[in-house]
């Protein structure tokens, strides 16, 4: 027999207090005052009792909830995740490198990589606190990593997974979605357009159009967004990356084509009912 679950006002607001409490006090976010202060681990492993490593993009979607939840504690929390980020993730003016092991026993390949998703979300993080702090070095972070991002973008309007720090170099892996060229990449929308919105600079409001023309290019008549290259197939984590990042930018940039087809189970946009959006906090 099904149980039904009646949300109620009240239940949704006792669910985000236990969340906000996890999210303070588990220990997910290392309070130590070494390197790692700040971040947040990936995961907590009942066997060995330890958090194995601290991920760059989780810390970066954190840093967006910290500033969502808007109090004294969590803006505190969110000021350390971002002196984390610029100060210790972020290397060579470009992006931020993808993970550190907590507990050293073990290396991750992924620790010499800066992905290009991982730095669009950071970017979005850090630029959700600045409009609070309005801290300059804050701004300063996420210009970089933006610029890095607009000087590697292919004439497509694709961009690179990753740049490999053991070879100095961009580089593709095709046994992973997460390590190509993909639709889902337009996701980076929302920090871009996020700092055009501050700065008001062109060129990062050019780098979200071609991006978002590219994942385009790669919805299917049914509206699914293709994963792979040379693969028919559809992955449903990408998926909804692509219609989050096509969502975000059509409602901020008020491109109906955008918004059709993120909203739209096919692309017959004259015929898809139409639903108003509130672009207030898009890129929250």
């Not at 909830?65 to 060579?92: C, G």
């Not at 699914?224 to 990356?241: A, I, S």
């Not at 059509?250 to 189970?265: D, H, P, V």
Request: proline share 1%; hydrophobic share 30%; net charge positive.
């Amino acid at each position: 027999m099904e149980k039904t679950i009646t949300l109620t006002e009240n239940k949704i607001k006792e669910s985000a207090s236990k969340a906000r409490n996890w999210l303070l006090n588990s220990g997910i976010q290392n309070q130590e005052n070494n390197n790692l202060k700040g971040s947040f681990n990936c995961w907590f492993d009942t066997e060995t009792k330890t958090y194995p490593f601290v991920y760059s993009e989780i810390t970066g979607y954190a840093l967006t909830a910290l500033t969502y939840l808007d109090d004294e504690e969590t803006k505190n929390r969110a000021v350390i995740t971002a002196n984390w980020l610029k100060s210790i993730a972020q290397l060579d003016n470009k992006g931020f490198l993808c993970l550190y092991s907590s507990t050293k026993n073990e290396f991750y390949e992924k620790e010499n990589q800066i992905y290009t998703f991982d730095t669009g979300i950071i970017i979005n993080g850090l630029l959700n606190l600045y409009r609070i702090t309005k801290e300059n070095s804050i701004l300063e972070s996420a210009k970089k990593a933006a610029d890095w991002l607009v000087e590697i973008q292919n004439p497509n309007g694709s961009i690179h997974p990753r740049f490999n720090r053991d070879y100095n170099k961009i580089d593709n892996d095709s046994n992973s979605w997460s390590t190509i060229s993909g639709s889902f990449h337009c996701k980076i929308s929302m920090g871009m357009l996020n700092l055009f919105d501050i700065t008001k600079d062109e060129r990062y409001k050019i780098f979200v159009e071609r991006i978002c023309n590219y994942s385009l290019e790669k919805q299917t008549k049914e509206g699914r967004f293709n994963t792979y290259e040379n693969q028919v197939g559809t992955n449903l984590h990408p998926h909804c990356y692509s219609a989050e990042g096509l969502l975000a930018a059509g409602i901020y940039l008020k491109n109906e084509r955008y918004i059709e087809a993120a909203a739209s189970n096919r692309m017959d946009i004259k015929k898809s009912k139409r639903r108003k959006y509130n672009s207030k906090n898009f890129y929250k």
